[in-house]
């Protein structure tokens, strides 16, 4: 099958590209590089460098794909709220312009990362795709428009989509030199810089965490799902369980031989306390479960980061 991957040079987009590959696909990677790596992207894969907003060249990168996996995003909270045009450009405007050009070039489905923040905050939990959604942040507002342009193209035009709520991905790659980095890569990092971890808030805020296997296996299961039951939906992608900031800490103290001793900083703006999804329907309409647990992830993104962090395993 021959796929593109936009934001394939990125945390989660270059793992998918590497397990497409292994399945034997050919793989194209679209990516401006501009937080993506290029040493992240497997070698058998072709890496072209431009941003997902230039639709003349987009469509004809996507001519003869039969799935694209769109991933590139700006992927911060807290950079939307500081930069609120900048996020919008990005992602409502990028992926309004892959579903364009998807459509354009004949592609069959597009699979597009969507955030468990569009619920912000829950009042049923584990939370099902069907509670209202009331986003908190521009970001959160981002990738709802983004879930609406999926489904209103494959009512439409046609062309098949499923759009992947993701909860609180991590694993190897996800990057700590960002000032918008993710809590786990940032406390890996603080761990290993012999530096006391910030927690924002008291600590007792709690996330359902996602080993970046199972997101790429969530979004291969969205690729080839039949279309009859899964296009136009939006599905919760998770590990389906909870761990609050400060219990994920002493997971990583354990691993790391010490034990934490945080700094706390004021709460940061548009977070949620409680986040856990139901993925109940990913597992009925795309058959999804998920296989690595918070503590064997956390294991083996440890033993990477104190590998020396290579590109690539």
């Given at each position: ?209 996602t080993f970046v296997d199972d997101t790429v296996s969530a979004n291969l299961l969205a690729a080839t799902a039949p279309a009859d039951a899964c296009s136009g939906q939006v599905y919760n992608v998770a590990g389906g369980r909870t761990l609050s900031l400060l219990a994920l800490l002493d ?63």
């Amino acid at each position: 099958m021959q796929t593109v991957v936009t934001g394939g040079a990125g945390f989660i987009g270059s793992h998918l590209v590497d397990r497409l590959v292994a399945d034997g696909h050919q793989v194209r990677v679209v990516d401006s590089l501009t937080t993506g790596v290029a040493a992240q992207v497997h070698p058998d894969a072709e890496l072209v460098v431009t941003d997902i907003c230039n639709s003349a060249e987009l469509t004809g990168v996507f001519r003869g794909a039969e799935v694209v996996f769109h991933q590139a995003a700006r992927g911060s909270v807290l950079a939307s709220v500081q930069d609120p045009l900048a996020t919008d450009q990005a992602n409502v405007h990028g992926t309004l312009t892959v579903l364009a050009a998807a459509r354009d070039a004949g592609v069959r489905r597009v699979v597009a990362a969507s955030s468990s923040s569009v619920y912000g905050g829950a009042d049923v939990v584990p939370t099902p795709e069907s509670q209202p959604l009331r986003p908190r942040s521009p970001y959160a507002v981002t990738k709802l428009a983004g879930e609406h342009y999926c489904r209103v193209y494959a009512e439409l035009y046609g062309l098949e989509t499923v759009a992947l709520r993701y909860f609180n991905v991590f694993g190897p790659r996800q990057r700590a030199d960002s000032a918008y980095a993710a809590v786990i890569p940032l406390f890996i990092d603080a761990f290993m810089q012999d530096r006391r971890p910030e927690v924002h808030g008291d600590g007792l805020q709690s996330r359902d965490f996602t080993f970046v296997d199972d997101t790429v296996s969530a979004n291969l299961l969205a690729a080839t799902a039949p279309a009859d039951a899964c296009s136009g939906q939006v599905y919760n992608v998770a590990g389906g369980r909870t761990l609050s900031l400060l219990a994920l800490l002493d997971h990583l103290g354990d691993l790391f031989g010490t034990r934490p001793d945080p700094v706390f900083r004021d709460p940061r703006p548009g977070d949620i306390r409680c986040s856990q999804a139901d993925i109940t329907s990913a597992g009925k309409d795309l058959s999804f479960r998920p296989a690595v647990g918070v503590g064997d992830g956390l294991s083996r993104t440890v033993a990477w980061a104190l590998n020396g962090r290579p590109p690539r395993w």
